[in-house]
């Protein structure tokens, strides 16, 4: 992405902002007015289709009417509502996990710290450390996109920070807990773990929280609460982290509807079974009945292999056909053969395997 040109002013622009950038999914935009298409199957962000659980809206409603005051109670009862969900752990919240990831770096590095990310994965640790000054290591997974735990320990070393993704975006792969907690035992800094899809696998990472003071988890409301409009995240940290993480956070960056709307949501238990019981059936029928190899997944998509085609051409062919997916060559280290395919509604699924099988 280059910015307009021709200011005077641009040469004092950091490097780091001159290319690159976070790259957006398909949106149905993208895909209407072409001929034939009349519903279009939004399986490119991993958006649960269900809307906002009712208990949401009620709350972000009611908060609306008093936007005119700072946010303030609606944050305190957020935490609480965390520790109702999910016991007595200590949390941070921020503007989706992307702005606790930012946050999380500001307390840490500063230029030329070194960072580690396991990879391929979500491309926003990068884009957050580079804006830091990092020194970023990536570390590879293995072909079948599990971890390989010895390598990882040796190669994040004293890393202030190592990203591990799990369920993996874009892979589904899941990493066990014993894994996590070897690397937890050998790494000398943090390691921030990304559980945005933990909710669709079997896996519980909280445990570790007890034994390790250098690991925060990472959560969303943005997917299996159906609140990505609203840019809600939270994390479990250790406790000696929270003074230093509020200092470097923007103030009030969470605003008071946001934080009353996900308030609301933790508490219909219904609304997340629902999608869970959803995911899982629909992923097993698309593992079943796609032509093409999917990898086994954790979360609420799946990556397809689509060789000897290329993703990008695959993902242009469906979009015209009203089918929007994440075609992935924009994740280093993936190669360019890999589609994403978001679990949507029943409808969109069979319309996904019918396109996809007769390409
Ligand atoms: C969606 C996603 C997030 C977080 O999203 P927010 O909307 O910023 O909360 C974080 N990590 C991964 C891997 C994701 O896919």
Redesign the pocket.
Known sequence: MTGKQGSRYDSLVRDCYRSGGYVYAARPRDATGKIGVTRIARLAS?ENPDPPSPRAIERGEAALCGANRYPGDEVTDLVRALQDHHGPYHFVTG?????I?ETVLRVFVTAGDRIAISTP??S?YGIAAIGQGADIITIPRESDFSVDTRRFVREAGDAKVSFL?SP??PTGTVTPVSEVSEILEGISGILFL?N??VEFCSEDYRPLLKKHGNLVI?R????VFSL?GL???YAFVPEWLVPFYMRAMTPFALNSISASAATGALEDRDHVSRARERVTGLRDLVCRECRYPVIPSGANFVLVDVAPQRGCDVASQLASRGVLVRSCESFPGLGDTFIRVSIGEEWEMELFLKEINRL
């Open positions: 991993n503007v989706g996990m992307d702005g990831i994965t979500f926003f993704c993996n975006n990304d945005a899809y990472g969303t409301m943005s997917k990505a840019r809600v995240g």
